[in-house]
């Protein structure tokens, strides 16, 4: 994998953001494979098509491509919030692709895809409307929430201007698309909230005690479940069913690789 952008191609282009966007597309054009499938390449999308950017011919998966100069950060603007909210309703979300490039030396230092069944309402918050002096004056968008999204679900393609071996890619992805079996958004952001928990705990292996130590987090999230222990065994008990976990004995869970 190249990751090195072509400059020639936004020579003609005066933006600089019309610049960066040619660059970057081009690059996932030609270099990027399918991280769900595995196929070769990806195929672009026409123009202005307001869902993805990308397709896969293989596997059918859309991707859409989000390019920041900066780090990645714990939160990345995405379009109007109404659209995505509906768009994550009818489940016609694409995967993301986040395509981190250094702007000196015009190349890529990270890309990571989070797959789109980690896409639920609460981790897309709310901008505030633009002003009365704007161009699109009360128009409403969105950021969604990286740090509300456990770290399986954030799976690097290239990191620190190094390729990922693609087996672990291939790997990563097939580990929770059991969550798109998952078509409700409370029960499903139960599961990312207990992975979430699972990630903070920073343990390979973990007992149930160590979870507990969230209840009060997982409250504040859930404030209508009056059950919360109840309810994170339960959540243990999906994911170890899953292949997510293993259970090694009573109240002892380790995560599988």
């Not at 499938?37 to 950017?53: F, I, M, S």
């Not at 709310?126 to 409403?140: C, H, N, Q």
Request: glycine share 4%; hydrophobic share 35%; net charge positive.
């Amino acid at each position: 994998m190249h990751l090195s952008f072509k400059t020639s191609l936004a020579e003609r282009y005066a933006s600089p953001s019309q610049k960066i966007r040619v660059l970057t597309e081009h690059w996932v054009d030609n270099q990027v494979y399918c991280p769900s499938c595995g196929h070769a390449e990806l195929d672009k999308y026409g123009n202005n098509r307001p869902v993805a950017d990308f397709f896969c011919s293989s596997c059918k998966e859309d991707y859409e491509l989000k390019s920041k100069k900066e780090s990645i950060g714990k939160k990345i603007a995405d379009g109007a919030f109404r659209t995505m909210i509906e768009r994550l309703r009818e489940s016609h979300n694409p995967n993301l692709f986040i395509l981190n490039y250094d702007l000196q030396n015009f190349n890529v230092q990270n890309l990571l895809v989070i797959p789109k069944h980690f896409f639920i309402p609460e981790i897309i918050e709310k901008r505030i409307p633009l002003a009365s002096t704007a161009r699109r004056a009360g128009w409403v968008g969105c950021n969604i929430l990286l740090n509300s999204i456990p770290t399986i679900g954030k799976i690097f393609l290239i990191k620190n201007r190094r390729a990922e071996p693609k087996n672990k890619v291939l790997s990563e992805w097939k580990k929770t698309l059991f969550l798109r079996e998952e078509k409700e958004f409370s029960a499903k952001g139960w599961l990312l909230d207990t992975m979430l928990c699972i990630d903070r705990l920073a343990m390979k292996k973990f007992t149930l005690n160590d979870l507990y130590k969230f209840e009060k987090d997982l409250d504040k999230l859930h404030p209508n479940n009056k059950h919360i222990k109840d309810k994170i065994r339960q959540q243990l008990q999906i994911l170890r069913d899953k292949g997510y976990l293993d259970f090694i004995a009573k109240g002892k869970y380790r995560l599988i690789n």
